[in-house]
């Protein structure tokens, strides 16, 4: 759809421009131009410049999607060709309206001065999408949280990221709420961001908690949970694990990171907790939460002689 459109587009711009000298060249073979004929000239140009901006962004846009099948590089490019052609159609416009190329660049300097000052918020905003564009804290399609939004990125903008919200105030379980959050691009300047699935190392690591009593035999349960664990996620951990190590070896960075689930013991006030510690990937953290703590939980029951649960009256 996109190609016709911009064909049409850069069509009817050169139907502008071809009508434009005709016009000119038949309106003045036998007299000066009138007030109302030199407007129309000047609208008949300025529109003919931003219908050939428009056609020329639609098939850049078109031979972007061709070149690359990486979405996230084709909206990145997308934003950047809106940027270049937006701007170029804006200064072509005011010059053809005013005749003042050269006084329209000036302009649109001091006006731009002008703005920045006037509206602040929204440059900052411009500024930290160029940031974003950049140094790549985040892509589309990444999970993030960016100040008190948690989400996945479907779209950055110049002045706002949007995300599909998980894990709101409306779900407490890694899941999606169903909402779009908008953040300012500034935001990014000001807050710490968290990347859970960058391209590097897209896992993060994730604990299971059990509680069990103070009389569990405690080496034996921390031991049957880990085995669990072990067969439950084990060996793919470890496939992840080596592909971390080659990330830290090109970082000052010196950490002993185990390659297989571990469990670490914190004793509470009438329970103990077991935490199970494993690597996942962050868009199936419940799902794999789930899983590991039915089937820690159904190994336990096979041991009552051994494992016992701490037990509670409340009202």
Known sequence: MKRPVGYGSLLAAAGLFVGVNVLRSTWTASRTLTTVEVWTLKALLAGAVALAAYGGYLLASRVVARWSADRRRQHDLRNLLRLAF????AVGVAGALTDQWVGVLFSLGVVGFAVTFALQQPMFSLL???YVMTMRPF????????????????EIDFLVTTLWEVHGDLVESHQPSGRRVTVPNSVVLQE?????TNEEFPYVWTETTVQVSYETDLAFARDLARDVADDYCGDEMAARIAE???????TPVDLDVSDRPTVNVEQAESWVELHVRMLVDPRNIQAAENDLYAAILTAFKDHPERISYPVGRFR
């Open 86 to 89: 937006g701007l170029a159609g």
């Open 128 to 130: 930290g999408w160029v």
């Open 139 to 154: 892509q589309v399609g990444d999970r993030v949280r960016i100040d008190e939004a948690r989400g996945d990125v479907v």
């Open 192 to 196: 710490e961001v968290y990347n859970y």
């Open 244 to 250: 971390y190590r080659d990330h830290l070896e090109e």
